[in-house]
C-alpha cells in the first residue's frame, strides 16, 4: 500500500515489519506512507532522509500496486498453471490495475514463473489424456488460454493426434458399444475433418451410410 504525500519532506525511516524482515515499512512525517517489499525499496534509493516528493511518491505508489499484484500472481498460480497473458487478465479481472498486472507478469516471467512454452507443453499433455486432438483444436485452445500464437502452433504440432491414434480410439468406442454418429460429433468437436473421422470409424468397423 501506498499514501501520496504531497508537499516535499523527507522519509524518517525505511523499517522491517515485526515477523517479515524482507518486507519494510516507509515513513515521512510520523505516518506509514507504504509498505513494499525490501528489495523494491533498496532498488527506489528509499531510505532515511531521501526527500519524499510527488514524483517519488508515484513511483513507491507503482511499485506497491505491482507488489500487490505480483503476491496475488503467485496465489493464482498455486492453484493452477497460467499463460502470461492468461494470469495478467486474471489479475485484471480481480481489481488490479492494468500496468501494475502486466508489469507484475513481466517480473514473475524474468524470475521463472511463468513459461509459456512450458505451461503449453503441459496443457497438451493434460488435453491429450481426454482423446486425440487435431492440430487446430489444439492451437486455438492455447490460445484462448493466452498462448502466443507461434509457441501455440509449436505445441499444437508437437501434440497434435495421429491417424493411428484416431483410428484406435474409434476402435475401443466400437468395442464399448458405442453409435457412430457419437463417436463422429466427438472427433468432430476435436477439430478432426470428416474424411479423417470416416477413415478412422470405417478402420474401426463401423458401418457407415453413403
Known amino acids: 500500500m501506498a499514501r501520496r504525500v504531497t508537499k516535499a519532506r523527507t ?3 525505511v523499517r522491517a515489519l515485526d515477523g517479515d524482515p524482507m518486507t519494510v515499512e516507509v515513513r515521512v512525517a510520523g505516518a506509514t ?3 513494499m517489499p ?4 533498496e532498488a527506489l534509493g528509499l531510505a532515511e ?3 519524499w516528493t510527488p514524483a517519488l511518491a508515484a513511483r513507491v505508489g507503482r511499485a506497491c500496486a505491482e507488489a500487490l499484484a ?4 503467485l496465489a493464482f498460480l498455486a492453484r493452477k498453471a497460467w499463460s502470461a497473458k492468461g494470469l495478467e487478465a486474471r489479475l485484471v479481472r480481480a481489481g488490479h490495475e492494468p500496468r501494475a498486472a502486466r508489469e507484475a507478469v513481466a517480473a514473475m516471467v524474468a524470475d521463472g514463473w511463468l513459461d509459456d512454452r512450458a505451461f503449453a507443453e503441459a496443457r497438451v499433455e493434460q488435453l491429450s489424456r481426454r482423446g486425440a486432438m487435431s492440430r487446430d483444436a489444439i492451437a486455438e485452445t492455447l490460445e484462448a488460454d493466452g498462448v502466443g500464437e507461434e509457441v501455440a502452433a509449436e505445441a499444437a504440432r508437437a501434440g497434435a493426434g495421429t491417424a493411428a491414434e484416431l483410428r484406435a480410439e474409434a476402435r475401443a468406442a466400437k468395442r464399448a458399444g458405442e453409435r457412430a454418429s457419437r463417436v463422429a460429433g466427438r472427433f ?5 475433418d470428416a474424411d479423417s473421422i470416416r ?4 478402420r474401426a468397423g ?3 451410410d453413403g
Open 199 to 202: 477413415d478412422a470409424l470405417e
Open 70 to 73: 505480483r503476491e496475488a500472481g
Open 49 to 51: 532522509g531521501t526527500r
Open 188 to 192: 468432430a468437436r476435436r477439430g478432426f
Open 38 to 41: 525490501r528489495p523494491r525499496a
Open 206 to 208: 463401423f458401418e457407415l
Open 33 to 35: 506512507v507504504a509498505r
Open 11 to 13: 522519509i524518517d525511516a
